[in-house]
């Protein structure tokens, strides 16, 4: 798209002081260079160029007017204020309509992907940008990328995007434009079991007893000491262990 704008040209240095009056005057400072002609120092309204970016997009073709002439440009830089995002400073690159000129152009997905959709995949942007080459004139403010096909497991190329005639693709034909792939689950582990901390009391072992009755038919607990023999075991002998002999 082709839009024209007028401009002013600067004839200060760009000082300081200058530059802050054209910005509160809603202006924006800015240089053309490159062609066959040297640069040059211009000033131009905040609003026509924001207009003109909505309109033809970051690759639309400028012709701008001044007294001495016009220049046929396009955007190569603009610069933004950090806190207020607001136009700072432009710089205009000559250009030919008769050449082809290497573009950045935006990828805009479109449609639904059955894959996410249906089967709960995950859609994962690889590009968010083209580059191509093309006449000034040529260049898509946009370039689509239908996935209302894309199953689960599926990916977008380069070599499949449909472009305008005359339009050339610098990237590599098989990088992967968007792609779906499975949502990862993250599992939860279970916590391990505590360690027995070094030095604390073990729990105090439950002595097992029998009930027997004394010589007036009460019920009396009995302890069974640690290693005592049940009744009715009969007592093995201990074994004599050989002794250790020293040295050879």
Do not use: C
């Not at 054209?22 to 240089?31: E, F, H, Q, T």
């Not at 302890?223 to 262990?241: F, H, L, R, S």
């Amino acid at each position: 798209m082709e839009i024209t704008l007028k401009v002013d040209i600067r004839a200060g240095k760009g000082a300081k002081k200058e530059l802050s009056a054209l910005r509160a005057g809603s202006k924006i400072p800015a240089v053309v260079y490159g062609g066959q002609k040297p640069p040059i120092s211009i000033s131009l309204s905040e609003k026509d160029l924001i207009d003109a970016r909505k309109k033809g997009g970051i690759n639309a073709v400028l012709h701008l007017q001044h007294p001495k002439g016009e220049e046929t440009v396009i955007i190569k830089e603009l610069q933004r204020h950090p806190v207020t995002d607001r136009p700072v400073h432009a710089d205009f690159q000559r250009i030919s309509l008769t050449q082809k000129i290497a573009a950045r152009v935006p990828l805009v997905v479109v449609g639904e992907a059955p894959g996410v959709k249906d089967f709960g995949g995950m859609l994962a942007h690889e590009m968010r940008e083209l580059r191509i080459a093309a006449l000034p004139t040529a260049i898509p403010q946009k370039v689509e990328v239908d996935i209302s096909r894309l199953g689960l497991h599926q990916s977008i190329l380069v070599k499949d995007l449909r472009l305008p005639a005359g339009v050339d693709v610098v990237d590599a034909p098989d990088h992967v434009v968007v792609r779906v792939s499975v949502a990862k689950v993250e599992e939860v582990a279970a916590p391990a079991a505590a360690a027995p901390v070094e030095g604390a009391a073990a729990e105090p072992e439950v002595a097992s007893t029998k009930g027997k009755k004394d010589e007036e038919g009460k019920l009396v607990k009995e302890t069974a000491k640690p290693g005592a023999p049940a009744a009715g075991d009969k007592k093995e002998p201990a074994k004599k262990e050989p002794a250790k002999k020293e040295g050879k």
